[in-house]
């Protein structure tokens, strides 16, 4: 993933590009590059952050376009870092996505000199050659993007030209209309600073963005597209104080599980209202649910089937997006295939739910992100309602995820009449309790705090737990590794003695999941495995024996079958506490980006 920005309009664009251009950085850092227009083009670019990119201060531009990268054809480097120019230098280009078919349209261009090692380039020459036949900016632009294969959105600027042509086609650009001048980004982020009132450009629009508005056409048509407020600040995309963004987010828990169940649940009446538009009688006939997710959204997937399972008591698959096929057995008319992304961007899981809908199965999406691409291929989408989460590692989105499931298995439980009103009651009065719960142990964060400094030398880190446990073993484990890059592995506590307890040493912490709905006791036999063979246990449990049996506890409250996602909330500050402690690049974790748009 790469992050597009733009400006247009009487403040000072080289300013709006760089502060643009840092909010957007937590979709890749690898190289950064900005085009100022102002009669002539000048662009200015290299690999690493917008802070290496010596821009001048001097330049008084009428508007320009800038990127920051994630390396996808080519490695980062000054040359690869866009913008790109086309041969006379006067055409300037950024792009997010890939050109599945740039080595054929490259050998079209035969006397253009390349630069790059980039699939973007071939845009600016073939662009360059429509102008060469006279065109406009505009026509040149529409008849170009007919002919690229992939996924991609672009901003174009010519020396010529006083607008900035945009074109969107299973990538994010958002367009922001300001007081003085209009914006571009990926996503809203880039410019929330200065306007919160936004047009989502969808697959197919090319639009021309001037200072005082925007045309958009789709396949020639002049469309219109709303203008929307967004709910959410500046002040929300800040770190707010925090060292990190990572940490903001982990203490922004409370909140955004209060938004995901906001309004949704009546605890009372054991109800659930999450405005899904599918019928309920089509809901009611289903009897498969197919999970398809990558990396944190996956383990959200694993906690969320015992949900299901449970209080809905439909049958659920749970499979890593890049893994998911079709088989035979699959019958489309009872299956509903679930895409859980938090960015609704990541490839794989598009790729997903893409052979679902050509199976004919009904889908629906769980993301945090409006107007994302999974919104628009799918029959019905649930918002997490998390707000926007800056630094890569997934933390409140996680929760919120698990949170919104949980809604869903009991709207689904309820249609399905597969769960009472008073179980559903039940229930929902616990979910009602998490916030509460989860700000308990943001509370304790001095004592978390304590046990990382104390293990966090470990050689390696077990995370072990049973059933809803299981998922937050393993997403520990990828919270730990992912930042702090010690090794670090979740397993089922039970599988422990069928082969990794032979990795068991006095130089591996592990941490065990002893909360309900993860049969504790038995995971206690577990623990004394783990001892005998010298390792250090820290108890995340909201059973008395904890104490008695392992090295250290965290308390977790006692809240039912929600008590470990709680604890993975602990957990998601040990991981930061021990990569802080170690010095990480916490929020943008080294060959990682917060959306994966390649397969
Ligand atoms: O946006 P998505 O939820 O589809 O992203 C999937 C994974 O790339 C993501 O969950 C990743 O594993 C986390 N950022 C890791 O913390």
Same mark, same amino acid.
């Given at each position: 993933?790469?992050?597009i920005?733009g400006?247009?309009?009487? &403040?000072?664009?080289?300013?709006?590009?760089?502060? &643009?251009?840092?909010?957007?950085?937590?979709?890749?850092?690898?190289?950064?590059?900005?085009?100022?227009?102002?009669?002539?083009?000048?662009?200015?670019? @290299?690999?690493?952050?917008?802070?290496?990119?010596?821009?001048?201060?001097?330049?008084?531009?009428?508007?320009?376009i800038?990127?920051?990268?994630?390396?996808?054809?080519?490695?980062?480097?000054?040359?690869?870092?866009?913008p790109h120019t086309d041969?006379?230098?006067e055409l300037a280009v950024v792009h997010?996505g890939?050109i599945?078919?740039?080595?054929?349209l490259?050998?079209?261009?035969?006397?253009?000199?390349?630069?790059?090692?980039?699939?973007t380039?071939v845009i600016p020459h073939l662009i360059e050659e429509e102008l060469e036949r006279g065109r406009d900016l505009y026509p040149a632009v529409s008849d170009v993007i007919n002919r690229l294969?992939?996924?991609f959105a672009i901003a174009v600027t010519h020396?010529d030209c006083d607008a900035v042509v945009l074109a969107r086609q299973?990538?994010?650009l958002?367009?922001?209309?300001?007081?003085?001048?209009?914006?571009i980004?990926?996503?809203?982020?880039?410019?929330?600073?200065?306007?919160?009132?936004?047009?989502?450009l969808?697959?197919g629009d090319v639009a021309a963005l001037t200072?005082?508005?925007v045309t958009i056409t789709n396949d020639g048509?002049? #469309?219109?597209?709303?203008?929307?407020?967004?709910?959410?600040?500046?002040?929300?995309?800040?770190?707010?104080?925090?060292?990190?963004?990572?940490?903001?987010?982990?203490?922004?828990?409370?909140?955004?599980?209060?938004?995901?169940?906001?309004?949704?649940?009546?605890?009372?009446?054991?109800?659930?209202?999450?405005?899904?538009?599918?019928?309920?009688?089509?809901?009611?006939?289903?009897?498969?649910?197919?999970?398809?997710?990558?990396?944190?959204?996956?383990?959200?997937?694993?906690?969320?089937?015992?949900?299901?399972?449970?209080?809905?008591?439909?049958?659920?698959?749970?499979?890593?997006?890049?893994?998911?096929?079709?088989?035979?057995?699959?019958?489309?008319?009872?299956?509903?295939?679930?895409?859980?992304?938090? !960015?609704?961007?990541?490839?794989?899981?598009?790729?997903?739910?893409?052979?679902?809908?050509?199976?004919?199965?009904?889908?629906?999406? #769980?993301?945090?992100?409006?107007?994302?691409?999974?919104?628009?291929?799918?029959?019905?989408?649930?918002?997490?309602?998390?707000?926007?989460?800056?630094?890569?590692?997934?933390?409140?989105?996680?929760?919120?995820?698990?949170?919104?499931?949980?809604?869903?298995?009991?709207?689904?439980?309820?249609?399905?009449?597969?769960?009472? @009103?008073?179980?559903?009651?039940?229930?929902?009065?616990?979910?009602?309790?998490?916030?509460?719960?989860?700000?308990?142990?943001?509370?304790?964060?001095?004592?978390?705090?304590?046990?990382?400094?104390?293990?966090?030398?470990?050689?390696?880190?077990?995370?072990?737990?049973?059933?809803?446990?299981?998922? #937050?073993?393993?997403?520990?484990?990828?919270?730990?590794?992912?930042? !702090?890059?010690?090794?670090?592995?979740?397993?089922?506590?039970?599988?422990?003695?069928?082969?990794?307890?032979?990795?068991?040493?006095?130089?591996?912490? #592990?941490?065990?999941?002893?909360?309900?709905?993860?049969?504790?006791?038995?995971?206690?036999?577990?623990?004394?495995?783990?001892? !005998?063979?010298?390792?250090?246990?820290?108890?995340?449990?909201?059973?008395?024996?904890?104490?008695?049996?392992?090295?250290?506890?965290?308390?977790?409250?006692?809240?039912?079958?929600?008590?470990?996602?709680?604890?993975?909330?602990?957990?998601?500050?040990?991981?930061?506490?021990?990569?802080?402690?170690?010095?990480?690049?916490?929020?943008?974790? @080294?060959?990682?980006?917060?959306?994966?748009?390649?397969?």
């Amino acid at each position: 993933m790469c992050g597009i920005t733009g400006y247009i309009g009487g &403040s000072d664009s080289t300013a709006v590009l760089k502060s &643009s251009l840092k909010n957007l950085e937590y979709r890749g850092y690898d190289s950064a590059g900005i085009a100022l227009v102002d009669d002539t083009v000048e662009v200015y670019k @290299r690999q690493g952050t917008i802070d290496d990119v010596a821009v001048p201060t001097d330049c008084d531009p009428s508007h320009g376009i800038g990127h920051t990268r994630w390396s996808t054809h080519g490695e980062p480097s000054d040359d690869n870092a866009h913008p790109h120019t086309d041969c006379t230098g006067e055409l300037a280009v950024v792009h997010n996505g890939i050109i599945g078919n740039f080595h054929e349209l490259k050998a079209e261009l035969g006397g253009h000199v390349f630069t790059s090692d980039t699939d973007t380039e071939v845009i600016p020459h073939l662009i360059e050659e429509e102008l060469e036949r006279g065109r406009d900016l505009y026509p040149a632009v529409s008849d170009v993007i007919n002919r690229l294969e992939g996924s991609f959105a672009i901003a174009v600027t010519h020396a010529d030209c006083d607008a900035v042509v945009l074109a969107r086609q299973d990538s994010p650009l958002v367009i922001g209309h300001g007081d003085d001048g209009m914006f571009i980004g990926s996503d809203v982020t880039a410019f929330v600073e200065y306007t919160r009132q936004v047009t989502y450009l969808e697959d197919g629009d090319v639009a021309a963005l001037t200072p005082d508005g925007v045309t958009i056409t789709n396949d020639g048509t002049v #469309v219109n597209r709303p203008i929307t407020q967004v709910t959410w600040d500046a002040a929300a995309a800040g770190k707010s104080g925090h060292d990190h963004y990572m940490h903001k987010e982990i203490h922004e828990q409370p909140h955004a599980l209060r938004q995901s169940l906001s309004g949704r649940l009546d605890e009372l009446a054991g109800e659930v209202d999450l405005d899904i538009d599918i019928d309920q009688e089509v809901l009611a006939d289903i009897d498969r649910i197919q999970l398809v997710a990558c990396g944190t959204s996956y383990h959200a997937g694993l906690f969320a089937k015992r949900l299901f399972e449970t209080l809905a008591n439909v049958s659920v698959t749970v499979t890593r997006a890049s893994e998911y096929h079709v088989t035979g057995a699959d019958d489309p008319a009872s299956t509903l295939a679930l895409a859980i992304t938090q !960015s609704g961007e990541t490839a794989d899981t598009l790729s997903a739910i893409r052979e679902a809908v050509s199976m004919g199965a009904r889908t629906m999406a #769980v993301t945090n992100t409006v107007g994302s691409t999974v919104t628009r291929e799918v029959d019905d989408t649930i918002f997490i309602q998390a707000g926007p989460e800056i630094g890569v590692a997934a933390t409140k989105t996680f929760v919120s995820q698990v949170a919104t499931l949980a809604l869903f298995s009991v709207y689904l439980g309820r249609t399905r009449n597969a769960i009472s @009103r008073n179980d559903a009651a039940t229930f929902l009065s616990n979910l009602r309790e998490l916030p509460g719960a989860v700000q308990e142990i943001l509370d304790a964060e001095g004592e978390i705090e304590r046990l990382a400094a104390a293990y966090g030398d470990g050689e390696s880190f077990f995370f072990i737990g049973r059933h809803l446990g299981y998922p #937050v073993a393993l997403e520990s484990a990828l919270k730990l590794k992912e930042i !702090s890059y010690d090794h670090a592995e979740g397993f089922a506590a039970g599988e422990l003695k069928h082969g990794p307890l032979a990795l068991v040493t006095p130089e591996t912490p #592990v941490i065990a999941l002893l909360t309900e709905g993860t049969e504790p006791q038995k995971t206690l036999n577990n623990v004394k495995e783990v001892e !005998s063979r010298g390792a250090s246990v820290i108890g995340m449990a909201s059973i008395e024996e904890s104490t008695a049996f392992c090295d250290e506890t965290v308390d977790i409250p006692d809240i039912g079958r929600m008590e470990s996602l709680v604890a993975n909330v602990a957990l998601q500050l040990f991981a930061y506490h021990i990569a802080k402690n170690k010095d990480r690049n916490i929020d943008k974790p @080294r060959n990682l980006a917060k959306s994966v748009t390649v397969e």
